[in-house]
Structure formats: C-alpha cells, structure tokens
C-alpha cells in the first residue's frame, strides 16, 4: 500500500470553471479538501472564483509547461476537467509526474487513455505518483463495477457493459469532444484490443425498470482501455441505448439544467456490468442521476484514497487495479449511486 500523503490536501481542479469543474469543486469543498481553481481561460476562471473568495487561482494553458507546474506547485492531486482530454491530458499529466503530483482525470477518449498508459507509464512509476484516466462515470465506473464483479476469477470470458440514460443534455465540453474525437472505437476480441465492426452491432438490452427493454448499439467508450489493461479478459463489448444518442446529435438539444440545489439535471442513468467465466455469470447494476454530477463523488472519492494511502501502485493504472474495488462501490452507495448486485 502506497504510504500517507502529508496534510493539507491541496487539490488542483484544472477546468474547475466547466460544468463537471464546477461539480468537482464542490465536492471536494463538501470532504474537507482544498480545491485550488486552474484552467485555461483567466476570464471564465475569474468569474467562478468570485463565488468562492477564499480559494486559490492559478490560470495556466497547457500550452505552457511552466505554467502547468506553477499551477501544481505544493499541491497532492490534479483532477483534470477540461476536455478534450486529448489535448489537456498529455501536458497536465505531464506536469503532474515532473511535479510528483497525483494525475486524475474524467476522460471518456479511449485514445487519451491509451496515450497514458504509453506516455506516463514509467515516468509516473518512477516519480512515484499514479495517473489514473477516465475515473467517471465513463470509464472508472464500469472498470470498477467489472473488477468487483470478477474477483477470485484467474480467466474471464466476456465482460458485457450496456448503459441506457434517460434522455442526455450534452455540455459544450461533451459536443466539443465529440467532435475532436474521430479515431475507431475500440472493443476487446481474443484478448486484445481491435475496432468494433461497421456497421456497429445493435441489440435489444433488458435493464431494470423504469428504463426496461431498449435497443442498444455498440458504442464502447474509455471503459474498454482500462478493463483490458488490467484484467484477464478475453471479450469486451459495450452498448449504449440508442433513444439519449439522439438527443447527443441533435444540435438544438439543450445543455443541462438544474433541478435542484446541487445543480444537478433531472437525467436518470443505469449502467450494467455482466461478466461471464465457466458458464458462471456475475455483474452489478448503477443507476443514478445525472452522469456529470455523479462523476465528481467518483473522482473524488479516488484522490481522497490516493491522500489516504488506500492505493496499491503507482503508476498510470486503472480504477480497479489501483483501488479495492468493491470498498469504493460500497463508498459511492447508496448516494449519489443505487448498486445491485446481479
């Protein structure tokens, strides 16, 4: 187990101005940490600070590394919030491992997540830090669910992760993601990483009520790179109901809007997780609301653990390879997330 970080837990919230931010923040100010606010656009940077006097600021461009480590110095943890993550996540995380700080971040870019493990693999071992992409609702969630679901499995079959959301309001940040993010979706077959098939598969999905049976299509997101990178897996697959796909490429969609006093949107989300060995079959369910609001408790949870020494690597590593996994699903339960076990 990776040893005690000395206190005061000052956490860099790179982004913390986005929607997601903003969430993050905001947790990590409800278990006592201290948010220092960074991002890249001193104006909107500014206007959020100004609802929180007694926080630090530090403006910083990931177009400047010398920027990126004023931005960490004497900070434990940088959450990464600023998407496109393949754009910000290779120089902030960078910058962590130069500045011997925890690297977390909320990406759903299978391709971020794959230039981590390439980039900072061994520099991050060496400075004695963990990176640790995609701990969120897409990408840590699944992993972690997957993890807890396998434990005491030497092989696996198939994992199968299928997610129905309500309706989706997209962000700026997610339409803006989605456009930089073109390269081919990746799933697992023979063990190993390939390209789904084009057309990508569509199958009816029956999820627990109140969402019921949905037709699904393959849509793998960051989940895939980080339960292949750690578990003995020989298929993967990921579906995602088509109905809130709709509502993604729709461009007069509106962003999310508050209702209630934490800001989250009215969006309900469920998440299945089925993993098959032997002709054994284990799996959990997640349902919640709102997927932006829920990954702040997941991320922070995460750099709360990395404080307290409940890891067990360093280095870029997956939510479930870093953490226990089903201690952090019971932490996340039963707010902000429902957990059933299948």
């Known amino acids: 187990m990776v040893g005690m970080h000395a206190l005061p837990h000052r956490v860099v919230v790179y982004g913390a101005y986005g929607h997601t931010g903003r969430f993050v923040t905001a947790e990590l100010l409800r278990r006592g940490l201290e948010p220092i606010l960074s991002g890249r656009d001193p104006e909107k940077l500014a206007s959020f600070a100004a609802a929180h006097p007694a926080l630090e600021v530090r403006a910083a461009s990931v177009d400047d590394p010398e920027s990126l480590m004023k931005a960490l110095a004497g900070a434990s943890v940088v959450i990464n919030c600023a998407g496109p993550f393949l754009d910000t996540a290779g120089p902030l995380a960078t910058a962590a491992v130069r500045s011997g700080v925890h690297y977390l971040d909320v990406s759903a870019e299978q391709a971020a997540v794959q230039e981590r493990y390439r980039d900072h693999g061994e520099t991050a ?89 949905q037709q699904t299509v393959e849509l793998p997101f960051s989940e895939i790179v980080s339960m292949a990178a750690h578990l003995p897996v020989s298929t993967i697959r990921s579906f995602f109901a088509t109905g809130p796909l709709q509502d993604l490429r729709d461009p007069s969609t509106p962003a999310p809007e508050a209702v209630d006093g934490t800001g989250r949107s009215a969006q309900r989300f469920v998440v299945d997780v089925v993993a098959t060995s032997g002709g054994q079959e284990r799996g959990f369910t997640v349902s919640g609301q709102d997927i932006y609001a829920a990954s702040a408790p997941i991320v922070v949870e995460a750099a709360v653990r990395l404080l307290t020494g409940r890891s067990t690597t360093v280095g870029v590593a997956a939510p479930g390879e870093l953490f226990d996994a089903a201690d952090m699903l019971d932490a996340l339960s039963p707010d902000p997330l429902t957990i059933v076990r299948r």
Do not use: H, K
Not at 138 to 166: K, R
Not at 188 to 211: H, M, N, S
């Open 125 to 213: 071992r060496a400075a004695g830090v963990a990176v640790v992409p995609a701990m969120a609702f897409y990408g840590g969630l699944a992993d972690l669910m997957a993890t807890a679901a396998v434990a005491g499995w030497t092989s696996i079959d198939e994992i199968t992760v299928a997610v129905a959301l309500d309706r989706w309001w997209p962000t700026e940040g997610t339409r803006r993601t989605g456009a930089r993010n073109t390269a081919p979706r990746l799933a697992v077959a023979g063990g190993r990483l390939a390209p789904i098939t084009t057309p990508p598969q569509v199958r009816e999905w029956r999820f627990p009520e109140p969402f019921g049976e």
